[in-house]
T-cell receptor, first 113, second 111 residues
Framework: EPEVTQTPSHQVTQMGQEVILRCVPI?????FYWYRQILGQKVEFLVS????????KSEIFDDQFSVERPDGSNFTLKIRSTKLEDSAMYFC???????????FGDGTRLSIL | QKEVEQNSGPLSVPEGAIASLNCTYS??????FFWYRQYSGKSPELIMF????GDKEDGRFTAQLNKASQYVSLLIRDSQPSDSATYLC???????????FGSGTQLTVLP
């Protein structure tokens, strides 16, 4: 069964550094998403992406964050000037259509030291 | 502020019993409803989705939706120890792309 793949599975970074989290959505999916989950808390929406542009973003997704689809398969989340509170699981998801279910990758655990 | 509320549990049921998980949502414009299962330290895994009022069955799982009451539930029949996980209710509004998640209900199925 097709799946969303994310790399790396675990990223450890010093505070203030930049990180790039990578995702390969399911191949025939057109809508891409990033969510995060701080330990013990809810899954929170960050951003959705369609047709090579951001279609929706949350208050969390400020100027520190950016997304890109650099080629036909990858979808990336860049976090600049990381802070301790950015430590979380980051999940990429994709869906065929806007009303279709979103399928999640295994996540990247980001640890900021 | 769109809210999705779930009883955090923990909910314990004996093996073979029916587990009933409930969720309420605040946004009357919500149109799509999803149940995800999340094992500890893992990602959300889609279990069921429902768009229309009524029941939708898939194997041992039944999702129930009542838009008038802004209520969605998940029934798990013949519960197995492997069903022990946190069950996340997620809701999507009409024009929105994002899912709004509840905090999840932790289910334990006792052998």
């Amino acid at each position: 069964e097709p799946e969303v793949t994310q790399t790396p599975s675990h990223q450890v970074t010093q505070m203030g550094q930049e990180v790039i989290l990578r995702c390969v959505p399911i191949s025939n999916h057109l809508y891409f998403y990033w969510y995060r989950q701080i330990l013990g808390q809810k899954v929170e929406f960050l951003v959705s992406f369609y047709n090579n542009e951001i279609s929706e973003k949350s208050e969390i997704f400020d100027d520190q964050f950016s997304v890109e689809r650099p080629d036909g398969s990858n979808f990336t989340l860049k976090i600049r000037s990381t802070k301790l509170e950015d430590s979380a699981m980051y999940f990429c998801a994709s869906s065929e259509g806007t009303f279709q279910p979103q399928h999640f990758g295994d996540g990247t655990r980001l640890s900021i030291l | 502020q769109k809210e999705v509320e779930q009883n955090s549990g923990p909910l314990s049921v004996p093996e073979g019993a029916i587990a009933s998980l409930n969720c309420t949502y605040s946004d009357r414009g919500s149109q799509s409803f999803f149940w995800y299962r999340q094992y500890s330290g893992k990602s959300p895994e889609l279990i069921m989705f429902i768009y229309s009022n009524g029941d939708k069955e898939d194997g041992r799982f039944t999702a129930q939706l009542n838009k008038a009451s802004q209520y969605v539930s998940l029934l798990i029949r013949d519960s197995q120890p492997s069903d022990s996980a946190t069950y996340l209710c997620a809701v999507k509004g009409g024009s929105a792309r994002q899912l709004t998640f509840g905090s999840g209900t932790q289910l334990t199925v006792l052998p």
